[in-house]
């Protein structure tokens, strides 16, 4: 992927970071891996060679690139097999063949059994971030060299792409980085600053409150800290607050008993009961009801649930994680929300920074993760992203933040017939309409009310990523009669 750098001469924003700026291009990235794992394959005579990289959270090793006919990709449990002993023990290992170590047996994916192995540390600041591997190879002390110096320069290249910040080691436990298309991806203080503080209290039980605008990656942190926590091998159960009706939140949060309404034929955990042992993250739990918010503090207190209709209490032992784009301090100055929830929930506050305030540089390389991970997902290669889409795509203000971003990424990746991100592929219509041409305005095709009403709640929940909570404030109504609206216009 090329980019072209600003024109310096042309804007007093002349200092804005291009997309090269700092790091090189991911969907370059596995073109310069490739050709010098081709060249190693080459020099050293070997039938296959593969580059294997590890991720940070379940410490299994995935291939980046490889030369593979059978499978697109080979993931090797954390610790197993030759790559796991070169990441664990930083080492060279040499395979001669022959007599089989079980311990060695990490090519059933393939079927492909080699006659020899050679496998040399990739690494970054001092540390294993990956390994290259060499099979069918002569075992001398010339094609180990050879090897490592081409893992070298494999990690010269990644040290200098946004992939590097997902594989340098962060203190004891590190937080893998692309779990969504919202990966945590930046530079910003006031990122760097929640992402510290959300791995100093992820080894505790702390309860967490992550606040900030809609779209800025907030199930994304949590997430990171259920990863880095004791409980990581327990379940991560997510509640959705805004998107479930009054009628039925405490249904989905308790469970239920047979006969405890109409219709329940039979018992059913809720989710406070599934989170047992594991971390119970309540996303937008702003929109719980007060008889919800009542219900749920006196769990936190007593950690017994009693399920909808009766039945034995239960004990659950979970870790809360909550996550709100609202003010909770004005709502419980309003009688809206419960002071002793409230102080509950925020036991720790970690507010993440609107895109806007994270500055022209970490939305750049959100762009160029982006532009790699929907070019992967849907098979199209991006080749350039020319300066003057660079410049809108920084002076935009993103009120979707992160998840816009992503969207408008994707759509560009996908309406480019030549891999160039030009700037006719995005679109930033105003909320009224204005400046459309006319047979794209709203009202072009004399639309009923009905069907004005059903476009603008589809408009609405494409724009706020299905966040109903989010829908329901912006047009004024009440999540319950925002049900019954979508309901009516066939969106559920």
């Given amino acids: 992927m090329t980019r072209d750098p600003p024109d310096a001469s042309a804007s007093p924003d002349a200092a804005r970071p291009s997309i090269d700026s700092g790091f090189a291009p991911l969907a370059s990235l596995d073109g310069a891996l490739q050709a010098l794992l081709d060249r ?34 080979i993931r090797v449990p954390r610790g197993r097999g030759i790559v796991g002993a070169v990441l664990e023990q930083d080492r060279v290992v040499v395979w001669p063949g022959g007599g089989v170590d079980p311990d060695f047996d990490t090519l059933d994916a393939t079927g492909f059994w080699p006659r020899s192995i050679v496998a040399v540390p990739v690494r970054i600041d001092g540390a294993v971030v990956g390994v290259l591997e060499l099979l069918d190879c002569a075992l001398d002390d010339t094609v180990q060299q050879r090897g490592q110096r081409i893992a070298d320069r494999m990690a010269a290249v990644l040290a200098r792409s946004s992939l590097a910040t997902q594989l340098r080691p962060r203190g004891e436990r590190t937080v893998r980085l692309d779990y969504l298309a919202e990966g945590i991806i930046g530079s910003a203080a006031s990122l760097m600053e929640a992402y510290r503080r959300a791995m100093q209290v992820a080894p505790t039980e702390a309860a967490v409150l992550i606040t900030g605008e809609t779209g800025t990656g907030k199930e994304l942190f949590a997430r990171a800290i259920h990863a880095n926590s004791a409980r990581r ?42 989170a047992d042992g594991g971390t119970l993250f309540l996303d937008e739990v702003g929109e719980l009801s007060l008889v919800a918010q009542t219900r749920l503090l006196r769990v936190l207190e007593e950690r017994v649930v009693q399920r909808l209709g009766g039945g034995r209490p239960r004990r659950v032992d979970f870790r809360l994680v909550a996550a709100t784009h609202r003010d909770l301090a004005a709502m419980v100055r309003d ?3 419960r002071t002793d929830l409230f102080h509950r929930l925020q036991v720790v506050r970690i507010r993440l920074p609107s895109l806007r305030e994270r500055g022209p540089e970490d939305i750049l390389r959100l762009v160029e993760y982006f532009a790699e991970q929907h070019g992967r997902r849907h098979r199209r290669q991006v080749r350039a992203i020319p300066a003057e889409t660079q410049e809108m795509l920084v002076a935009h203000r993103w009120p979707g933040n992160i998840r816009e971003l992503s969207h408008a990424i994707e759509s560009a990746v996908v309406l480019s017939s030549d891999g160039v991100l030009s700037p006719d592929l995005f679109h930033f ?43 329901a404030e912006i047009a004024g109504i009440g999540r319950t009669t925002l049900w019954r609206k979508l309901k009516d216009a066939g969106l559920v």
């Fill in 40 to 73: 190693i394959r080459s020099h050293t005579g070997s039938s296959r060679a593969s580059l294997f990289l590890r991720d940070p959270v379940s410490g299994e090793a995935f291939t980046r690139v490889a030369h593979l006919d059978e499978v697109e990709e």
């Fill in 233 to 274: 091998e327990g379940p991560l159960v997510k509640v959705d607050c805004g998107s479930l009706p009054d009628t039925i939140i405490e249904n989905e949060l308790f469970g239920h008993e047979k006969g405890a309404f109409t219709g329940a034929a039979g018992s059913a955990s809720g989710r406070l009961e599934q």
């Fill in 335 to 337: 009688s809206e929300f």
């Fill in 429 to 471: 219509e105003d909320d009224d309409g204005a400046g459309l041409p006319a047979a794209a305005h709203p009202f072009a095709d004399e639309p009923t009310i009905e069907e004005l009403n059903r476009r603008y709640l589809r408009w609405l929940l494409e724009r706020h990523g299905g966040q109903r909570a989010v829908v």
